[in-house]
C-alpha cells in the first residue's frame, strides 16, 4: 500500500546587484502528514521497550478452528496507547479495521519494525517503480505463497491498473507469464523473478537474473527484490497467524476460496 508520495524541492539561487536571492518552490504532497507518520513510528518503537500489552506465560490451549476463527490467536484486550494511534491511522488509510496489526501488538516491536518496513519499502517502490508493476508483483506473490487476505487487499481495484482476465490467470499461476502478450518485456522479467524468489527452495536460472540486468537500473533492481521479499514476509505473516480476508473486493474471478494455505 503506498501512504505517501514524493516531495519535490527546486532552489534557484540568484545574484544581483551584489545581494544573493533565493527562491524556492515546494511542491509538496501529504509531507507534513509524512514526518509526523515517520515521527510517531520512532517514538513509539522507542517506548516500546517501557510498555507491555498482556504478556502472559500460559499457553493459550484450545483447538484451532479454521472455519470459524477469525486468526490463530485474538488481539490482546490492552494496547498501548501511541501503538493504538498508529493502528487507528492504519485503519482509517485501509478504510476497514486492521486484523494484522491489531494481533502483532502481542509484541510492540515486531509491529513498529512491520509498519517501518511497509513504509519504506512502499515509499520507494512508489517514487522508483511503475505502479502498474508494483500492483502486479503484489498480486503475483500473493497467489505464490498462497494468502487469500493478500491476494484480496493486493487485488481491489486492479481493473484500475488496466489488468485483464488473461494477465490475472497469468498471475494466479493458471497461464504462463511468457506466454501472455500484453505484458511488457519489463513486467515479464519481474514477474518470473518474483516467481523464483517465492518458491521454497529458491531457484534462479541465468535467464531470469539476465532478463533483469537487462530491463532494470540497479537502484529498480534492488527496490524490486526488496518489494518481492516485503510482499513475501507480510504474506506468510498472515499466513502463519491464520487471518482470513477483509473483503476488500468480492470479484469471483480472484478465486479467493481456491488459494487457502490451509491444509484439511
Request: some cysteine; glycine content about 4%.
Amino acid at each position: 500500500m503506498v501512504l505517501f508520495q514524493e516531495v519535490k524541492i527546486i532552489t534557484k539561487i540568484e545574484c544581483k546587484n551584489g545581494n544573493i536571492y533565493v527562491n524556492m518552490n515546494r511542491n509538496v504532497k501529504e509531507h507534513t502528514m509524512k514526518r509526523v507518520f515517520i515521527s510517531i513510528f520512532l517514538i513509539i518503537f522507542i517506548l516500546s521497550g517501557c510498555v507491555s500489552t498482556n504478556i502472559t506465560d500460559i499457553p493459550v490451549g484450545g483447538t484451532y478452528d479454521e472455519g470459524t476463527m477469525e486468526s490463530l490467536v485474538d488481539p490482546p484486550e490492552k494496547i498501548p496507547f501511541l501503538l493504538r494511534l498508529m493502528i487507528r491511522i492504519a485503519d482509517r488509510k485501509a478504510k476497514k479495521e486492521v486484523l494484522p496489526g491489531r494481533i502483532l501488538a502481542w509484541s510492540s516491536k515486531t509491529a513498529i519494525s512491520s509498519g517501518l518496513l511497509e513504509l519504506y519499502v512502499e515509499e520507494d517502490a512508489a517514487e522508483y517503480l511503475d505502479g502498474r508493476l508494483v500492483k502486479i508483483l503484489r498480486i503475483k506473490i500473493s497467489y505464490m505463497i498462497p494468502s487469500p487476505f493478500a491476494v484480496d487487499i493486493n487485488s481491489q481495484n486492479y481493473k484500475s491498473f488496466s489488468i485483464t482476465e488473461e494477465e490475472l490467470r497469468g498471475l494466479q499461476g493458471t497461464k504462463a507469464i511468457d506466454s501472455i502478450a500484453s505484458f511488457s518485456e519489463e513486467e515479464k522479467a519481474a514477474l518470473n523473478y518474483a516467481q523464483a524468489l517465492s518458491k521454497t527452495p529458491v531457484r534462479l536460472d541465468q535467464t531470469i537474473l539476465d532478463n533483469m540486468r537487462g530491463q532494470f537500473t540497479e537502484k529498480e533492481i534492488v527496490i524490486i527484490a526488496a518489494l518481492i521479499a516485503k510482499v513475501n514476509y507480510w504474506a506468510r505473516l498472515i499466513e502463519a497467524l491464520r487471518i482470513k480476508p477483509a473483503g476488500y473486493t468480492d470479484d469471483s474471478i480472484l478465486n479467493l476460496d481456491e488459494y487457502s494455505s490451509f491444509v484439511r
